[in-house]
């Protein structure tokens, strides 16, 4: 009979890497593996301490900006996309790179394009700064995309016609929030155009789906990623609307055990850029104090898969 507490833990699913993040991590892995260290990656290539120390580890060096890398070695874009001046400037220096941009987030700039050539005034939904906003604003030229990052902003909004507008959004954002959004910009502009299809990507819809299917059952949730990551952020958000106490950590280091004084049922869940091994990490400390019993909760089964550029996939 074990003297340790029971504890039922509800681990979701899907959880943690996306199709994405897979892709731009192999990205790195495979720039390293063909062309030697160091690899240079403009951006953390996905917001994951871990992640990036891993690859740091390998070869790669991270830098924020293009001037900060030499010519005479590659250069990896980070999965969240980046304005197009960036690879002009490294066309313009003959560098060789490499865009890890997520295909999800490259169709949101195709759409964004799209609009502006058609002569639409275009919104994007997103939260300033983040560098996927940064990108998909910079496919344009300035001025022509105006952010909204709350209910008000869209109340606020003044476009030249309100008959011609359309807007975008993040990939990565809180699925019931921006449906908020989008209804109050629908309900002053009835013609606004929208996506062909959702630009909330696959896997953060699934994740929040998850976390909502577990969160109302769980007295604790745990998600895993680091606080830079806006889709691991959401889960959080999403799990605490849905009644949870949710705690966002890093990793099992970051677990205060005082957080389930008296718990009896912990949800736990990922970010699309937090590894597996982490998840495995945090259970493996609960079971130091409890009699862990696991149920995956399943809401979704994913089967996506992207392509590696062309430069890398023989290699």
Request: proline residues 5%; glycine residues 6%; negative net charge.
């Given at each position: 009979?074990?003297?340790?507490?029971?504890?039922?833990?509800?681990?979701?699913?899907?959880?943690?890497?996306?199709?994405?993040?897979?892709?731009?991590?192999?990205?790195?892995?495979?720039?390293?593996?063909?062309?030697?260290?160091?690899?240079?990656?403009?951006?953390?290539?996905?917001?994951?301490?871990?992640?990036?120390?891993?690859?740091?580890?390998?070869?790669?060096?991270?830098?924020?900006?293009?001037?900060?890398?030499?010519?005479?070695?590659?250069?990896?874009?980070?999965?969240?996309?980046?304005?197009?001046s960036v690879p002009a400037a490294a066309k313009a220096r003959r560098m060789l790179y490499l865009d890890a941009t997520c295909p999800l987030v490259s169709k949101v700039h195709v759409e964004a394009q799209r609009h502006y050539d058609a002569g639409r005034e275009i919104v994007l939904i997103g939260h300033a700064g983040h560098p996927e906003v940064v990108g998909t604003m910079g496919q344009l030229p300035d001025g022509a995309v105006a952010l909204i990052e709350?209910?008000?902003?869209?109340?606020?909004?003044?476009?030249?016609?309100?008959?011609?507008?359309?807007?975008?959004?993040?990939?990565?954002?809180?699925?019931?929030?921006?449906?908020?959004?989008?209804?109050?910009?629908?309900?002053?502009?009835?013609?606004?155009?929208?996506?062909?299809?959702?630009?909330?990507?696959?896997?953060?819809?699934?994740?929040?789906?998850?976390?909502?299917?577990?969160?109302?059952?769980?007295?604790?949730?745990?998600?895993?990623?680091?606080?830079?990551?806006?889709?691991?952020?959401?889960?959080?958000?999403?799990?605490?609307?849905?009644?949870?106490?949710?705690?966002?950590?890093?990793?099992?280091?970051?677990?205060?055990?005082?957080?389930?004084?008296?718990?009896?049922?912990?949800?736990?869940?990922?970010?699309?850029?937090?590894?597996?091994?982490?998840?495995?990490?945090?259970?493996?400390?609960?079971?130091?104090?409890?009699?862990?019993?696991?149920?995956?909760?399943?809401?979704?089964?994913?089967?996506?898969?992207?392509?590696?550029?062309?430069?890398?996939?023989?290699?």
């Open positions: 009979m074990s003297s340790r507490p029971p504890l039922t833990v509800l681990l979701a699913s899907p959880r943690g890497f996306c199709a994405g993040v897979d892709r731009a991590i192999q990205i790195v892995e495979r720039a390293i593996e063909t062309y030697g260290a160091p690899v240079y990656v403009r951006h953390e290539i996905v917001h994951n301490r871990h992640v990036v120390d891993r690859l740091k580890a390998l070869g790669a060096v991270f830098v924020e900006e293009l001037d900060q890398c030499p010519e005479d070695r590659p250069v990896v874009f980070s999965a969240h996309g980046v304005p197009k709350t209910v008000e902003d869209a109340r606020a909004f003044q476009p030249k016609d309100a008959a011609n507008v359309a807007f975008v959004t993040q990939t990565t954002l809180s699925v019931d929030d921006t449906a908020e959004i989008v209804e109050a910009l629908r309900t002053r502009f009835p013609a606004i155009a929208a996506p062909h299809k959702e630009d909330i990507c696959y896997a953060t819809t699934n994740r929040q789906e998850a976390v909502k299917a577990i969160a109302g059952r769980a007295d604790v949730l745990l998600v895993l990623g680091s606080a830079n990551s806006s889709n691991s952020v959401r889960l959080a958000e999403v799990g605490k609307r849905a009644g949870a106490a949710a705690y966002l950590i890093d990793d099992a280091g970051g677990l205060d055990f005082a957080w389930l004084d008296g718990a009896r049922t912990v949800g736990v869940t990922a970010g699309a850029s937090a590894p597996e091994v982490l998840v495995q990490g945090l259970l493996d400390r609960l079971a130091e104090r409890f009699d862990v019993t696991l149920e995956e909760a399943e809401v979704a089964r994913e089967t996506v898969t992207f392509k590696l550029p062309r430069a890398l996939a023989g290699a």
